[in-house]
């Protein structure tokens, strides 16, 4: 079982940056690709970015493609999303999560993660 951490969150005006970061215990973080999902008001969880485990391969959805960016430290046990540009719309809870493996051939979906964090809540103000 991995155990997940995240901080970072908090309230930006549109247009502003913000840096979440996810510390991991409790199971090889190297071996897994980690992600970030996010949660908003009355909708369902979505997929937002993920990184293979090597930081080698990123995926992104589409609604934050050019704005967001993953990275990671195996070193540090440590997952980073750096978010640019926010708009309103990007306003939810934000969560890091787990893969169920190292790697992912087409952009993952919810589904494709088992373990995440209490969330971070990210308000972005218009």
């Known amino acids: 079982q991995v155990q997940l951490v995240e901080s970072g969150g908090g309230l930006v005006q549109a247009g502003g940056s913000l840096r979440l970061s996810c510390a991991a215990s409790?199971?090889?973080?190297?071996?897994?690709?980690m992600g970030w999902l996010r949660q908003a008001p009355g909708k369902e969880r979505e997929f937002v970015v993920a990184?293979?485990?090597?930081?080698?391969?990123?995926y992104f959805a589409n609604a934050v493609k050019g704005r967001f960016s993953i990275s990671r430290d195996n070193a540090k046990n440590t997952v980073y999303l750096q978010m640019n540009s926010l708009k309103p719309e990007d306003t939810a809870v934000y969560y890091c999560?787990?893969?169920?493996?190292?790697?992912?051939?087409?952009?993952?979906?919810?589904?494709?993660?088992?373990?995440w964090g209490q969330g971070t809540q990210v308000t972005v103000s218009s």
């Open positions: 409790g199971r090889t973080f190297s071996s897994y690709a």
């Open positions: 999560a787990c893969g169920y493996r190292s790697y992912y051939g087409d952009t993952p979906t919810v589904a494709d993660f088992g373990s």
């Open positions: 990184i293979n485990w090597d930081g080698g391969r990123t």
